[in-house]
């Protein structure tokens, strides 16, 4: 399958700090990839979904000033928190979908995430 | 009501038991369905896809009732590779995927 990277894949930061993470699709092109947070035994709940070249559309709930993201390229997609808190300690995780796909609408990929803990 | 929801568990299962694990969504428009698996501390990997005929995948076995909103995943013969949490997922009909909040399960020898 399609591969998906993420960078960092954990970082430590003092509140108050801005924390960037990097969603890479590395053998495909991805017109759209999905920003999901986890906390400790719960669900990946959709932050917000990145389109390349125009901005993204964020869910209920989710600030878009504070959750920054950034979609330049078919291949990258960017997540920055702002002024980070320790309530935004979680795992990160990004999904992209390929563009090219034959099974299309549904096929998406995982990156590894990235845990953030801020202290 | 969450959108898609299942029992939390933990189900702890000897080596060799049957399990099934069950999940109900709440959006009668929901147009694909899958089951993930995630082990601790990584990201969700697709498991099967599930469609309304049923369908098999070795000792894995998904059931979908679109009347009822009910989907179902069964785990024959259980290994101990089986132990991870397993997460019912729905396509609500966005692009993005709706998750439950897992089912954990642990194989015991």
């Known amino acids: 399958g399609a591969v998906v990277s993420q960078h960092p894949s954990w970082v430590i930061c003092k509140s108050g700090t801005s924390v960037k993470i990097e969603c890479r699709s590395l053998d495909f092109q991805a017109t759209t990839m999905f920003w999901y947070r986890q906390f400790p035994k719960q669900s990946l709940m959709l932050m917000a979904t990145s389109n390349e070249g125009s901005k993204a559309t964020y869910e209920q709930g989710v600030e878009k000033d504070k959750f920054l993201i950034n979609h330049a390229s078919l291949t990258l997609s960017t997540l920055t928190v702002t002024s980070a808190h320790p309530e935004d300690s979680s795992f990160y995780i990004c999904s992209a979908r390929d563009l090219l796909a034959a099974s299309g609408y549904n096929e998406q990929f995982f990156g590894p995430g990235t845990r953030l803990t801020v202290l | 009501r969450k959108e898609v929801e299942q029992d939390p568990g933990p189900f702890n299962v000897p080596e060799g038991a049957t399990v099934a694990f069950n999940c109900t969504y709440s959006?009668?428009?929901?147009?694909?369905f899958f089951w993930y698996r995630q082990d601790c501390r990584k990201e969700p990997k697709l498991l099967m896809s599930?469609?309304?005929s049923g369908n098999e995948d070795g000792r894995f076995t998904a059931q979908l009732n679109r009347a009822s909103q009910y989907i179902s995943l069964l785990i024959r013969d259980s290994k101990l590779s089986d132990s991870a949490t397993y997460l019912c997922v729905v396509n609500p009909g966005r692009r993005a995927l709706t998750f439950g909040s897992g089912t954990r399960l642990q194989v015991q020898p």
């Open positions: 959006n009668s428009a929901s147009q694909s």
């Open positions: 599930v469609y309304s």
